[in-house]
Every structure is written in structure tokens, then in C-alpha cells.
């Protein structure tokens, strides 16, 4: 049994860093169905969880706002602290999920809910955090940690004289057409790959062009050996207080990055970064931009992994006290 433990009810690297920095088991129940069925058997495996480990706190990750609601219903039964990992699907579920008016409603109400009634949330910047205590919640930054990446093992020859890897998922906050026109005003010989399953898109142009490569979705160990490939990583989104997976994996591989000009980047990846309005017009430019610059920012990039790994161990002392404190009481 452990007195700290962290659900999830998908399979996502944050959870894996955080819940090891923590000292704390990590339970998924990511399951291979979904609908009805899929909430229903989470439910009952998260139950029997919480009845086997009787822990004196949970952690647990939004989305799944099911999971986060259902999780703080069981914590003012049983006395036990909730906190919750709200990533921005599980604070602005509008954003990301397809419905009517009825569905969103329903779903904003429950983040509220939510927000409002954890012990805890934690959120990835100031920003986030801002929104949360406005909102009448209490809240900690504790950023993703800077991952390790696997080795290279295979130096992939790719096709332009510069390559760039655009991370995507063609998820409606991410300007992914915006990126193909971009593509097309570069050079030839700028090669674009943009990562995913593009069968996810909601609309592809009838013609794409020479210089873009849509890789389709690749597995954890190809991803990799193109982010050790490429010349820069874009990660693109139109969302203002969202830090993109791709930037930290960019900085982990020492590549200079193409960032969506928020105020949150820039508070965060300071250095090496060229901030792109999500226009097809400014993103060619800073790609551009970014291409003349590339020995300068792989030398500021390697400077900000070093600071940002300093603040991380920081913040996540901070929080770890933090816990401690709900655990006592």
C-alpha cells in the first residue's frame, strides 16, 4: 500500500516523469475501448485501486474530467486530498472537444467544478494558474521536466538541405494548414516534416507541397530519431497559455525551436526560439529567420536546458512541500 499515489486514465510521458519525481506509484488505466464502457470499467478499476492502496492522497490527471470529478467525490467521502494535473483539455475542454452546445456546456460546468473543489491543481505555467485561483481554485506550476531522450541509433538521412520537424496531431488548436502554405513559399530545398496521423485533419489542401513530408503517425522510437535528425522543431498552437510537448522535446535534442508567439513561450523558452504569428506569411519568414540563425540558437538552446532544468527541480521541491502539508492534514 502507499500513502501517495497518482492515477491516469491515458497513457502520457507528463504522468511517468512526475509521478517518479514524486515517489509515487503510477496507476493507467488506459483502455484499448471507449464510449460508455470504456468511463464505466475505469471507474470500477480506479475504485478497487483506491480501496486496495487506501492512500492519504491522490493525485490524478484532467482529462479525463470524469476521472478528476469522480476522483474528488471520493476524496470528501473519505477525507483524502485531491489534487489534480489539469492539462488544458481538462481546463478548456471547448477547445478540443466536438459537440453541441448542450455537450460543451455540460463540460465547462464540470471543469468548474472541478477547479473549484480539488485540494490541489497543478498547472504547467503562471498563466494557467492565473485562471485557476480567478476561478476560485488553489494552484502550483510545476512545468514538464526536460525528457531524456533514447540514444541515437539510427542517423536517418533526410531529403532537404535543411529539415525541419513540425510536431503535430492536427488537433483544432493547431494551425497545421497555416503551416503547409508556409511550406510552399521555402526554398525547395527547405525540407518540412510534419509528424501525425494527417487522416486526423479536418480539411488537407487538394495539392500539397514537394518540400512537406506528412510522415503519418510514428512510434516513440522513429519520433525520436527524426527529432535527432532535423535541424529545428515547430510546434505550433493557437491556444495562449499552452506549452507544447514538442518544445521540451526540441530543447531536449539541443534543436532550436519555431514557437507560437504567446506570452507563455515567451516567458518560458526564452532562448534559441523564434516566435511565429500563425500566419503562412510570418511562419515561412521566421522559419527563415530561424535557418540564418541555426549555430547561435543551438548554443542558446543548450543554455536553456540548463536553466530550465534548474527552475524544474525548484518547482518541484515547491510542490513536493506542498503535499506533504495536504498529506498531514
Partial sequence: KANKIWVTWEKQERNVWLSRAFGMPLFVFDLPYGGFRRHLVAVVRTLRTFAEQR????????????LAAM?????????????????????????FVRGGGAKIKLLK??????????ALTIVTNFRLKDYVEQNGGKAEVIPDCIPRLA??????????????MCVCSYDADEPYLEVIEATRKLDSSVCVYMTGDWKNARIMPNALPGNLVL??????????????ACDIVMDLTTLEACLVCGAYEGVAAGKPLILSDSKANRAYFKKGVAYAHNTAEDLAQKTVESIRALDRSRREISELRVELETGWEERRKAVADVFAELHRH
Avoid: C, M
Avoid at 215 to 225: C, E, I, N
Fill in 215 to 228: 510522415t503519418g503517425f510514428l512510434s516513440r522510437a522513429d519520433y525520436v530519431d527524426l527529432l535527432w
Fill in 151 to 164: 540514444e541515437k541509433k539510427n542517423q536517418l538521412q533526410l531529403s532537404g538541405r535543411v529539415n525541419v
Fill in 109 to 118: 460546468s464540470l471543469a468548474r467544478y472541478v477547479v473549484r473543489n480539488a
Fill in 71 to 95: 476522483a474528488i467525490q471520493y476524496g470528501k467521502l473519505f477525507k483524502v486530498p485531491i489534487v489534480v494535473d489539469a492539462h488544458n483539455a481538462g481546463l478548456f475542454p471547448e477547445a
Fill in 55 to 66: 492512500p492519504g492522497l491522490v493525485v490524478v490527471q484532467n482529462p479525463s474530467l470524469v
